[in-house]
């Protein structure tokens, strides 16, 4: 059973069901080169659902890509590394070499990763993953149209700054409101004060229940 | 006698003219009140007056005054929209270039169209703004504005599905470059400090600023005709729209919008009648103009702390008051059609929003005596007091009623009331206290007659509103609910009043409208068990005291004995709906819909209808989820994040710690904050996003387990029955 694509709602156009199926249990431990195939396995599964959420969506392609960069990670895998660490290292330099074939290098950037997050969303912008589904993270020479697309799709989220100083002016409150700031605050800060003007008003509500209900 | 001569319009007005129209107000007002408080002293008097039918009496004269002003507004509104209709000189509207809407905006009239949104449904908020891009681009003029959503919201879910939704709202208008989102890092000072935050930032960028609400609607041509305004009035600071309530779906919802609509244009020319130039601005559906907002309109903080003291939460007042202060005149913009906001859904979130207002409101009395405020502005400001102090007044004037017949019934003498003090009154004593009664009641219901009786001299908008039958049908339904309502909001008013004499302050909640609007029924029983039992316990007071008490009182009794059921069916989604069918409660905007307000309908129902369930499980905290795990997402939250240059050493360890948690626990294992502080660092979001994908299943928590199989091409085998 094929699941169908699960895009963050708030990005995608479709609507499409979601896989609610429970996880498994815990399989016991398999001898060590079953255990090794099926961590090539997981990987597989992991790259292709790495590729799939940038979507990737081309059934053919996305299988035969999967494969190609997995079979990369088997080469270059280093030690003490997993091979779902090592199949999302070679599939993300992929996807990022794709980029900056598509919009130019980010190292240079004074912040590399969010310069790539920018060309990233900019791929969205453009939507190039279904405008272009056979020219996305192919390894193909990138169609000039595509490139275009993806530099003329950066956007910030908001124009250039035009500071101004916005200082609050004084109010002057009056000298009934100055006199009762000022008392206010000298009450609050004296808690005997309090506890006895307290004790008067309270003297004061039962004195007047009493002569409200006083016949 | 000098008479000084109507104005020909606002731009003509002298000082003479502005003072005959206060006088107007303020003598009608006193001729409601004076004869009113002495028959009531009177009646007083003629029993023995004392110190506690003193206080009676104050108490009386002041809640008097307060519905004798609100009624001469609607007469004289009345009476101007009767005498001068849409050509009335005092009317801002008049001063609209001819051409209006049609003409082009000036080159300079650069506008930004701002909505702070703090927590609101973030689909709502962005199908609301569309629909308004798309009604300015429908006018012609959308290239003279740009669109800022200013998001204080605190929610990391809600966070996340904003920035999306904005680069799909961006992307879909083809709008870069046109609609802008900024989130603050720290809420300072709340709304005010966003749109302060803005205006340092921005401000100086535009000549105009049209303040929306996360729930405003707006036609184009409403905010193009604004800009025109404050063109042709260059003193012009604010100009205020009256937003109409609008998309109510429970009853509660739709009493407030019939409500608000059919007797609203006659209090609206009333108000405009003795304000004038000296206007009030309720926060948002209004334009203001940015430089002298930037100069004068900086809040400073009060005396001392919250609730009474320190920053101020109802900004509009002040805000209007300082720009007087700065010699910029504020405007209502009445009768401009199109604009729209919606209502709080049933009575409890009513009560809630109010709670807010009032502790903003009753700080306003640090300001009554400020120097260099105009009379008028003191007034706004008082007022806005007197409407929730006049809440335990009220009480206190029923509390003292029944203390009074109790000291008379205790006595056990029969009352023999001397003959009337005054001249030309030779009432006795039960017809005299049956005029006042009257009378008070015809002065409540003078502004609905009033209202209807404006509201004939326009059959399109009498049929609009359902014909006669279904128009005097309305008003009893609303008069009853509303009475009803008043005594539950008199208690709540009374108890959020002394909460803030108490010094405990309020939080700021974000307001829910719509079906998730609904009352439920724990809530309403928690909310209104105190109120029904105040009601039951009066009730038995008043009748063994004097049964005709508790007749008296019946109206008061009722509402809070009622309060529970009356609560929970007014916030019911299906009653409305089904009001609604039977074209019951109906206002114009909905037999015949603008266009914008159509076009939110539409996009309304076309995501209900596209609306995907979130996955169960991963629900709560699927904002987190998708910046985290989605490349795009993750894309658009760290394009939106400011990098900072340093940050010290101990504080990467505590993010390496939480970034650990959240992946190897799962994101229940982490409170609200330290989601958010992780949102907020890109390092994190950078290195949480490739340690997400790169780990193995056994390396993760089971919910991100869960969150990335949704990814998955082919899910997990089913289980064979044949294995174990």
Redesign the interface.
């Known amino acids: 059973?094929?699941?169908p694509a699960?895009?963050?709602?708030?990005?995608?156009r479709s609507?499409?069901?979601?896989?609610?199926?429970p996880?498994?249990p815990p399989h016991p431990a398999p001898a060590p080169s079953e255990a090794e195939a099926d961590?090539w396995e997981?990987a597989f599964?992991?790259v292709?659902?790495?590729l799939?959420?940038?979507?990737l969506e081309r059934?053919a392609r996305?299988t035969r890509l999967t494969d190609q960069l997995i079979t990369q990670a088997r080469r270059e895998r280093r030690p003490l590394e997993?091979p779902?660490?090592a199949g999302?290292?070679i599939a993300?330099h992929h996807?990022g070499t794709w980029i900056e074939r598509a919009v130019g290098s980010a190292s240079e950037a004074q912040?590399p990763?969010?310069a790539r997050?920018?060309a990233?969303?900019a791929?969205?912008?453009a939507?190039v993953p279904e405008r272009w589904p056979e020219d996305f993270l192919g390894t193909e020479p990138i169609p000039p149209e595509l490139c275009a697309a993806v530099r003329s799709?950066y956007?910030?989220?908001?124009?250039?700054?035009?500071?101004?100083?916005?200082?609050?002016?004084?109010?002057?409150?009056?000298?009934?409101?100055?006199l009762?700031?000022q008392t206010?605050?000298g009450v609050?800060n004296r808690p005997r004060l309090r506890r006895l003007l307290l004790t008067l008003a309270l003297a004061a509500a039962a004195l007047l229940a009493w002569?409200?209900?006083?016949? | 006698m000098k008479t000084t001569p109507e104005p020909r319009s606002i731009h003509t007005l002298g000082r003479g003219q502005v003072r005959r129209l206060r006088f107007t107000v303020a003598a009608i007002t006193a001729a409601w009140v004076l004869p009113a408080s002495t028959l009531m002293f009177d009646l007083h008097w003629r029993v023995g007056f004392d110190v506690w039918k003193g206080l009676h009496l104050a108490l009386f004269t002041t809640l008097f005054s307060l519905v004798a002003f609100g009624s001469t507004q609607a007469l004289v509104g009345y009476w101007r929209r009767r005498r001068y209709g849409p050509a009335d000189p005092v009317r801002l509207l008049n001063t609209l270039p001819v051409g209006g809407t049609e003409r082009p905006l000036p080159a300079g009239a650069s506008t930004a169209l701002v909505m702070p949104i703090c927590n609101e449904d973030p689909e709502r908020v962005f199908l609301g703004l569309r629909a308004i891009y798309e009604s300015l681009a429908a006018a012609g003029q959308v290239e003279h504005f740009e669109f800022f959503i200013l998001s204080d919201s605190p929610d990391p879910n809600r966070w996340v599905e904003e920035e999306a939704l904005w680069v799909r709202l961006t992307k879909e208008l083809n709008a870069r470059g046109r609609i802008f989102y900024r989130k603050r890092r720290v809420n300072t000072n709340k709304k005010a400090g966003n749109l302060a935050d803005f205006c340092r930032r921005w401000g100086s960028r535009h000549r105009y600023m049209v303040v929306l609400d996360a729930d405003s609607i707006m036609a184009g041509s409403s905010i193009v005709s604004l800009v025109h305004l404050m063109e042709a009035n260059p003193r012009a600071g604010i100009i205020q729209t009256i937003p109409r309530l609008v998309r109510g779906e429970t009853l509660f919802a739709r009493l407030q919008q019939f409500a608000s609509r059919l007797y609203g244009p006659v209090f609206a020319a009333g108000l405009n009648s003795w304000q004038l130039g000296h206007g009030n601005y309720w926060g948002h559906n209004a334009i203001i103009r940015t430089a002298p907002f930037i100069e004068h309109c900086s809040l400073p903080d009060l005396p001392g702390n919250e609730p009474f003291g320190g920053r101020i939460l109802s900004h509009d007042y002040v805000e209007a008051a300082l720009m007087r202060r700065g010699g910029w005149a504020v405007w209502l913009a009445t009768d401009l059609p199109g604009s729209y906001e919606e209502g709080p859904a049933n009575l409890i979130d009513y009560a809630k929003r109010d709670r807010r207002w009032l502790q903003g409101n009753l700080q306003h009395a640090w300001l009554l005596a400020a120097r260099g405020l105009p009379g008028a502005n003191r007034l706004h400001l008082l007022l806005g007091i007197m409407a929730y102090l006049a809440s335990p007044l009220w009480l206190a004037f029923l509390v003292l009623s029944t203390v009074i017949v109790y000291r008379q019934t205790a006595t056990g003498l029969s009352v023999i009331p001397r003959p009337s003090g005054l001249p030309f009154v030779e009432l006795g004593f039960g017809a005299q206290g049956l005029l006042l009664f009257v009378g008070t009641l015809g002065l409540l219901f003078l502004p609905k007659l009033l209202a209807l009786l404006d509201l004939r001299r326009d059959p399109a908008q009498w049929r609009a509103f359902g014909g006669g039958a279904r128009l005097a049908g309305n008003i009893v339904l609303e008069t009853l609910a509303f009475t009803l309502f008043a005594p539950v909001l008199m208690l709540f008013h009374t108890k959020f009043v002394l909460n803030v004499f108490a010094g405990h302050s309020v939080q700021w909640v974000t307001q829910r409208r719509g079906v998730d609007g609904e009352p439920e029924w724990r809530e309403v029983i928690l909310t209104h068990l105190g109120h029904t039992a105040l009601g039951a316990a009066w009730l038995v007071l008043a009748w063994w005291i004097q049964p005709a008490l508790a007749l008296w009182l019946s109206p008061v009794l009722a509402g809070l004995l009622l309060s529970m059921p009356a609560s929970l069916l007014s916030g019911k989604v299906d009653l409305g709906h089904r009001i609604r069918a039977r074209g019951w409660l109906t206002v114009p905007e909905e037999s015949s819909p603008p266009a914008v307000l159509a076009r939110v309908d539409t996009l309304l129902a076309d995501r209900s209808a596209a609306h995907i369930p979130q996955p169960p499980g991963l629900a709560e905290n699927y904002g987190l989820l998708q910046a985290v795990l989605d490349p795009y997402v993750n894309a658009v939250h760290l394009s939106l994040l400011r990098t900072k240059k340093t940050a010290p050493a101990n504080l990467d360890a505590r993010f390496a710690l939480l970034r650990e948690r959240l992946l190897h626990e799962g994101p229940d294992v982490l409170n609200t904050t330290e989601k958010v502080s992780l949102l907020q660092h890109a390092d994190s979001l950078v290195t949480l996003h490739r340690e997400l994908w790169s780990r193995t299943e056994a390396q993760l928590a089971p919910w991100w387990r869960l969150a990335i199989r949704q990814y998955n091409v082919i899910p997990p085998p089913r289980r064979s029955p044949l294995r174990s």
């Open positions: 059973m094929i699941s699960s895009n963050p709602p708030f990005l995608i609507p499409a069901s979601r896989p609610s199926t996880m498994p961590a997981e599964v992991r292709e659902s790495y799939r959420a940038h979507r059934r996305l997993t779902v660490a999302l290292r993300d996807v912040h990763e969010l997050s920018r990233r969303l791929l969205e912008i939507d799709a956007f910030a989220a908001g124009p250039e700054l035009r500071f101004s100083n916005m200082a609050p002016r004084p109010i002057d409150l009056g000298p009934v409101a100055n009762a700031g206010w605050d609050r002569q409200l209900l006083r016949p």
